[in-house]
């Protein structure tokens, strides 16, 4: 039976985006397209300035919104080092969109604290409201993001259980399953690498790391507040043990309690202000208000104040990008070298951190890790791998890469998500005999971000069925 050719995915799912981006060749790039550029930062964030010439500070970019009004609700910015600013972005494609789409006489529009466009437009006023430019502030060429903007940047789950291409999945041989769940793994591992190279290009690779890795930590609702505090950290001198680096971590996010706890959460805390009264001043203008946190529905295990203690410890240890680095050019392909990859980045007992969530809440009876097994393999898969591809991949090591590619496909998986739970249901028909592996799963998101997200729940118009009938 012959074999899938090794690029027939990425093939599939980038030819028709770079037609159409070669069509439109010259012209101004799609709304949505600014709307992911901006809901993922895919900018130089240490460079920004308004169209007027003053720096921009993005705290949080705020959270898309699908509903009528502003694109973006409950942003947070700092200009020239104002007070911060709460309140709505707008996205358009031109400056005169401002007027042109009525929003300067509707009163939703009035909580807009940035304007936000492609290229400045000279001679347009937007009532006041400061602009901001993308295209002077990309991270990588517009041209690099296309595929990556116009599929894996959207967000939709699909309500129907069963999908179209359920059946011709459950007729496909189970090797031709998996290389096709390999090659789309493939394609996500390296569109997270271009971001991360993005990301790299400006602010370097220990910091692109350690901003990956934050965000992570951050989960959904608390990415961007958790980068900034990354972005904040690279600033840092002279932390040399794990107290330091906790008063400075949660001193700048925001989390020094204003009045020492009780019991043994006011012993922990009055340390680390003997760290942190001694230094505030330094950073007191890059410290996160409350209001740039989500907490509301956290689990306890995940509350931001632990994971910072995590990041400490991550900190106060042997530098990370270089014991990956070092991984890398070692042993990825070792028996349990992959383990000793994800070993990396689990977190010592905490006499305080690993029995309490947060300052105000009770002792846990049994104490808990600060990073579990499956939190590791999600590090692994989606931050530490991709930026060691991109950096294998910038200094145009092709067999490096191999190698790395080869260890990705022998991570074992991490927990299900909802939307991984919901692929499955919808995608295939006989889920089981696949390994346990992360790639599958990597796999699976790939496929639904490339080809359900942009059909309905009946599938109208989606492509991926017959390129699975092409396939089998």
């Not at 599939?12 to 159409?20: G, N, Q, Y």
């Not at 809901?39 to 509903?67: D, S």
């Not at 602010?203 to 350690?210: E, F, K, M, P």
């Not at 390994?435 to 496929?447: E, K, N, S």
Request: proline content about 7%; some cysteine; glycine content about 8%.
């Amino acid at each position: 039976m012959p074999s899938i050719p090794p690029d027939f995915y990425e093939r599939w799912v980038t030819e028709p985006i770079e037609k159409r981006l070669a069509e439109t060749k010259g012209s101004l790039p799609p709304e949505r397209w600014l709307q992911q550029i901006w809901r993922h930062q895919r900018l130089v964030r240490g460079g920004l300035k308004t169209t007027e010439g003053r720096r921009v500070q993005i705290l949080h970019p705020g959270f898309w919104n699908r509903q009528p009004g502003p694109d973006f609700k409950q942003a947070l910015i700092q200009i020239d080092g104002e007070p911060v600013r709460s309140g709505a972005i707008e996205i358009d494609v031109e400056s005169r969109g401002w007027r042109a789409h009525g929003h300067h006489v509707n009163p939703s529009f009035g909580e807009v604290i940035l304007h936000v466009v492609w290229e400045p437009e000279a001679g347009v006023d937007p009532a006041g409201v400061p602009v901001l430019a993308l295209k002077p502030f990309l991270d990588s060429p517009l041209e690099s993001m296309a595929a990556w903007l116009d599929r894996e940047a959207v967000d939709l789950s699909p309500e129907c259980v069963k999908g179209q291409c359920s059946a011709p999945l459950g007729a496909m041989a189970g090797e031709r399953m998996i290389e096709l769940l390999r090659q789309a793994s493939l394609l996500r591992l390296r569109r997270k690498a271009s971001e991360l190279a993005g990301l790299a290009r400006h602010s370097g690779w220990t910091q692109a790391l350690r901003q990956g890795l934050f965000g992570a930590l951050g989960y959904r609702h608390n990415t961007w507040p958790m980068r900034r505090v990354a972005e904040v950290c690279g600033s840092f001198e002279g932390a040399s043990n794990v107290h330091e680096w906790q008063s400075r971590l949660l001193g700048v996010a925001g989390f020094m309690p204003s009045e020492l706890p009780a019991n043994e959460a006011g012993d922990h805390a009055r340390q680390l202000w003997h760290t942190w009264w001694r230094e505030r001043n330094v950073w007191r203008e890059s410290v996160l208000p409350r209001s740039a946190w989500t907490l509301a529905g956290v689990r306890p295990a995940n509350h931001p104040q632990r994971r910072l203690a995590l990041a400490a410890q991550w900190l106060a240890g042997p530098d990370l990008a270089e014991s990956a680095l070092a991984w890398f050019l070692g042993q990825p392909l070792a028996d349990g070298g992959v383990d000793m990859l994800m070993d990396l980045f689990l977190a010592q007992k905490d006499a305080f951190w690993s029995r309490h969530p947060t300052w105000e809440s009770k002792p846990m009876t049994t104490p808990q890790p600060l990073l579990g097994g499956a939190r590791a393999v999600d590090l692994v898969i989606n931050i530490v791998l991709p930026w060691l591809w991109a950096r294998a991949d910038v200094g145009g090591n092709t067999v490096l890469r191999e190698k790395l590619e080869l260890a990705y496909a022998r991570v074992p998986a991490g927990e299900d998500n909802v939307i991984l739970k919901l692929a499955r249901q919808r995608l295939l028909a006989r889920p089981r005999g696949l390994p346990r592996l992360a790639f599958v799963q990597q796999g699976l998101l790939q496929i639904v971000r490339d080809f359900c997200a942009h059909s309905d729940s009946l599938c109208s118009q989606c492509c991926f069925p017959a390129l699975v009938r092409a396939a089998g």
